[in-house]
């Protein structure tokens, strides 16, 4: 099955999910100075997903000191979002669930079957968008494992360098 995504430069999709602690993550609530990062994960299945959301929320403010929202998505359902809420240190992160397949798709995400019995039916593999405030998309990062994901302290130096350098969206000619 082909998927049909969005490009840098092109719109972003709609986000708007229920959050784990209550309320709701929406993309175009946010009004950063620079960027709104969104980060997609497997779900509380995920030991890799647990490390990286846990570093994420301890160091929201190194990323909300440079004008940088963030949020994080998955496609667990409310009890799984629940397991997580008791389980993981994701507090002062929005964190959303229940992100539906085509959304996902429509993010150009990669989609995945289950595999394991602590796993889903189906959940979307890690991803992380990069929006400007105008809701157009920066940057996408997309991958098919769990594993190799762009180190914070990494994606942190680079969004510097973007906004020191006015560094312009590339990828925006076909995925």
Same mark, same amino acid.
């Given at each position: 099955?082909s998927q049909?995504?969005s =490009?840098?430069g092109?719109?972003a999709p709609a986000?708007?999910?229920? *959050?784990?602690c209550?309320?709701?993550? @929406?993309?175009? *609530?946010?009004?950063?100075? $620079?960027?709104?990062i969104?980060?997609?994960?497997?779900? &509380?299945?995920c030991p890799?997903?647990?490390t $990286?959301?846990e570093?994420?929320?301890?160091r929201? @403010?190194?990323?909300?000191?440079?004008g940088?929202? &963030? =949020? *994080? %998505?998955?496609m667990?359902?409310?009890?799984?979002?629940?397991?997580q809420?008791?389980?993981?240190?994701?507090a002062g992160?929005k964190v959303?669930?229940a992100?539906?397949? %085509? @959304?996902a798709r429509a993010?150009?995400l990669?989609?995945?079957?289950?595999?394991?019995?602590?796993e889903?039916?189906r959940?979307a593999?890690?991803?992380?968008a990069i929006?400007?405030p105008?809701g157009?998309i920066?940057?996408l990062?997309?991958?098919s494992?769990?594993?190799a994901r762009p180190?914070l302290?990494?994606l942190?130096?680079g969004?510097?360098?973007?906004?020191?350098k006015?560094y312009?969206a590339?990828?925006t000619?076909?995925?």
């Open positions: 099955m049909h995504h =490009l840098p092109s719109p986000l708007s999910l229920p *959050a784990i209550g309320g709701t993550i @929406d993309l175009a *609530a946010e009004h950063p100075d $620079q960027f709104t969104v980060f997609f994960y497997r779900g &509380v299945h890799i997903c647990k $990286q959301t570093e994420l929320a301890a929201v @403010d190194e990323f909300e000191k440079r940088i929202k &963030v =949020l *994080a %998505a998955s667990d359902s409310e009890e799984r979002a629940g397991r809420a008791e389980g993981w240190k994701i992160l959303g669930y992100l539906s397949e %085509a @959304d993010w150009g990669f989609i995945s079957q289950k595999e394991k019995d602590s889903p039916d959940f593999e890690p991803g992380i929006v400007y105008d157009t920066y940057a990062f997309h991958q494992v769990p594993f180190r302290d990494d942190l130096k969004l510097d360098f973007v906004v020191e006015s312009p590339r990828g000619l076909a995925a």
